[in-house]
């Protein structure tokens, strides 16, 4: 198989089949997350463990999958991304339906480690790939529209499978949807040829700006991801039922496609400071809110502003990233940053939760959200600055000497 070609710089529409690799990538490495808040319940019912033991279950496989993109951040500037991206959801997929059959938690254990593993070397080529287009704000708002159009039907499918099957459906229809989107991964870009030097994280530029950056995010996923993993249960402190809530989260997502059509729509045009400090703001106040619903009306109020605010904020904040290097090294690494605080936070918001209450766990939602906002907001005044430092070239393009 060979890799499809970088897009023409004379382009002035999205690729429609890069588009469609970058969506199968992102679903296949994020349906099983998603998946999580919903078989919280059944995994600790069929395998008899509590929410702390089953919350660091979470917080052990999101930390594979983002230490896995991590690790191929740099290498990702030269590898394949279509032969990367069928090798992880490969794993992924296999690690998905051995998670169905296993007999232990042990083994479940294993398996997810694996399905980590998997998504998140299927992830990050997919990311990868956004961040070499002609417009990788646009990419990313675009992708994250699509993921969203695709996933949104998630969480409504989702107790049709655990209600009456428990676990083992759930990873069933996880390993089953990522065995259909695998063939798609094969028309993801690859990576620009550079001379000189093998790219690395190591020879990446603004390389200060980008890990304060990367470390703000960690800190506010850490809250995000906690909150998340306990959605379920949240709404059914909030008097809904599991298909009540599966459908409400359904609209959920639907409201996030709100929030990333914003985003598409507005493009750069008032900057990217601005858009990522509103929409941090609404997120923070809704999931701080979301925390400690107990009626249905704050619970889906709540949900669908939080969702909204995640997904306008989260394209500007890839294509902030993007900017800072146009061989994409430093928005994978931020992916996978980012995707460690979900690995962080169930495990944290479990103890929180079984120790202090879900009181504890809005107080987490508040302190990473603020500490986030405060960090971002030094960091965001630099980047324009860093960005016409760091000019970006077509593909194909020589790179210019160093200064």
């Known amino acids: 198989m060979s890799d499809p070609q970088p897009e023409s710089s004379g382009s002035t529409k999205l690729p429609l089949r890069v588009l469609v690799a970058i969506t199968a990538s992102w679903t296949i490495s994020l349906f099983g997350y998603y998946a999580q808040a919903q078989l919280l319940g059944p995994i600790m019912q069929d395998f008899h463990q509590g929410e702390e033991a089953v919350g660091w279950l979470f917080s052990l496989e999101n930390t594979v999958l983002a230490v896995s993109g991590l690790v191929i951040a740099g290498p990702l500037a030269r590898w394949s991304r279509a032969r990367t991206a069928l090798l992880g959801g490969a794993i992924a ?18 398996a997810r480690v694996l399905a980590g593993l998997g998504a998140g070397m299927a992830g990050a080529a997919g990311v990868a790939a956004a961040a070499s287009t002609r417009e990788p704000d646009r990419m990313f708002a675009a992708a994250t529209l699509a993921w969203g159009l695709a996933g949104a039907a998630e969480p409504a499918i989702i107790p049709f499978a655990t209600v009456p099957f428990g676990s083992m459906g759930g990873f069933l229809l996880i390993g089953v949807v990522g065995l259909a989107l695998l063939p798609l ?40 991801g906690g909150i998340y993993t306990f959605i379920e249960q949240i709404g059914l402190r909030s008097q809904l039922t599991e298909h009540q809530i599966g459908v409400t989260l359904t609209g959920t997502g639907l409201a996030g496609l709100i929030g990333a059509a ?41 949900n669908w502003l939080w969702s909204a605010a995640y997904y306008f904020v989260v394209p ?24 460690l605080g979900d690995g962080l936070g169930p495990g944290i918001a479990g103890s929180l939760v079984e ?39 077509e593909p194909g393009a020589t790179p210019p000497p160093p200064n």
């Open 93 to 110: 997929v296999a690690a998905n339906l051995v998670s169905a059959f296993v007999g232990s938690f042990e083994a479940l254990s294993v």
């Open 355 to 393: 120790r202090g209450g879900y009181e504890d766990l809005s107080g987490l939602g508040m302190v990473t959200g603020l500490v986030c906002m405060v960090v971002m907001w030094s960091v965001l005044r630099q980047f324009g600055a860093a960005q016409r430092k760091t000019p970006r070239m």
């Open 185 to 224: 991964m094969s028309w993801l870009i690859p990576p620009r040829k550079v001379e000189g030097k093998t790219p690395s994280l190591l020879t990446a530029p603004n390389r200060v700006l980008a890990i304060i950056a990367m470390l703000a995010l960690l800190v506010f996923e850490i809250g995000q």
């Open 316 to 339: 500007y904040m890839m294509g902030a990233m993007a900017a800072l290097d146009d061989l994409g090294r430093w928005v994978v690494a931020t992916d996978s940053v980012w995707t």
């Open 262 to 302: 914003v985003a598409t729509a507005l493009g750069t045009r008032f900057g990217r400071r601005g858009p990522i400090i509103v929409g941090l703001s609404l997120n923070i106040i809704a999931s701080v809110i979301l925390a400690t619903s107990d009626d249905p009306m704050t619970y889906i109020a709540t």
